[in-house]
T-cell receptor, first 111, second 112 residues
Framework: EDQVTQSPEALRLQEGESSSLNCSYT??????LFWYRQDPGKGPEFLFT???AGEEKEKERLKATLTKKESFLHITAPKPEDSATYLC????????????FGTGTQLKVEL | NAGVTQTPKFQVLKTGQSMTLQCAQD?????MYWYRQDPGMGLRLIYY???????DKGEVPNGYNVSRLNKREFSLRLESAAPSQTSVYFC???????????FGPGTRLTVL
């Protein structure tokens, strides 16, 4: 069965304390892996798409990487405004338009 | 561009009542989707429409119907609401042939 698992469930960081969020997947065939940010009471906001192992994408303090089994979202010197839930999703080859989501990592960055 | 818009933002229903959730996008996207989000579970696909005039079931379609009214609008109907349908509902859209989906702000539905 296709599965997407995110860890940790929750993470508390001090401002400036870098860390990584993990998204591991067990799927029959990966077409793409997506990272979204979700603020409380809002819809998911697209961050990155990764398609092949070794690929990296960056945006401000965020960098996403992909291997054959997992993806990492690295957060460098986070600020309180980076506090949000980060969602990972996969699209499967032959899976049509369906995205399979993980349950997310809730990140809180404190001063 | 407003992107993806959803109405209403909040709704409370009694068991057995019906309602329609509205979604519209102004990005000229061909594909549209309805998801539900429940605590401790990932977003789950209810129905999607790959293009105007077509709709397909997703992972959790039971108890729902959809209508792709035109290219811009995709509605989700609950004919007889049940407490198990208490959830936050998100609409999303994507360009034809593109993988990235863009989400609306959500509708928080409570069924008593």
């Amino acid at each position: 069965e296709d599965q997407v698992t995110q860890s940790p469930e929750a993470l508390r960081l001090q401002e400036g304390e870098s860390s990584s969020l993990n998204c591991s997947y067990t799927v029959s065939g990966l077409r793409g892996l997506f990272w979204y940010r979700q603020d409380p009471g809002k819809g998911p906001e697209f961050l990155f798409t990764l398609y092949s192992a070794g690929e990296e994408k960056e945006k401000e303090r965020l960098k996403a990487t992909l291997t054959k089994k997992e993806s990492f979202l690295h957060i460098t010197a986070p600020k309180p405004e980076d506090s949000a839930t980060y969602l990972c999703a996969v699209k499967l080859t032959g899976g049509g338009n369906k995205l399979t989501f993980g349950t997310g990592t809730q990140l809180k960055v404190e001063l | 561009n407003a992107g993806v818009t959803q109405t209403p933002k909040f709704q409370v229903l009694k068991t057995g009542q019906s309602m329609t959730l509205q979604c519209a996008q102004d990005m000229n996207h061909n594909s549209m989707y309805w998801y539900r989000q429940d605590p401790g579970m990932g977003l789950r696909l209810i129905y999607y429409s790959a293009s105007e005039g077509t709709t397909d079931k997703g992972e959790v379609p039971n108890g729902y119907n959809v209508s792709r009214l035109n290219k811009r609008e995709f509605s989700l109907r609950l004919e007889s609401a049940a407490p198990s349908q208490t959830s936050v509902y998100f609409c999303a859209s994507s360009r034809q042939g593109a993988d990235t989906q863009y989400f609306g702000p959500g509708t928080r539905l409570t069924v008593l």
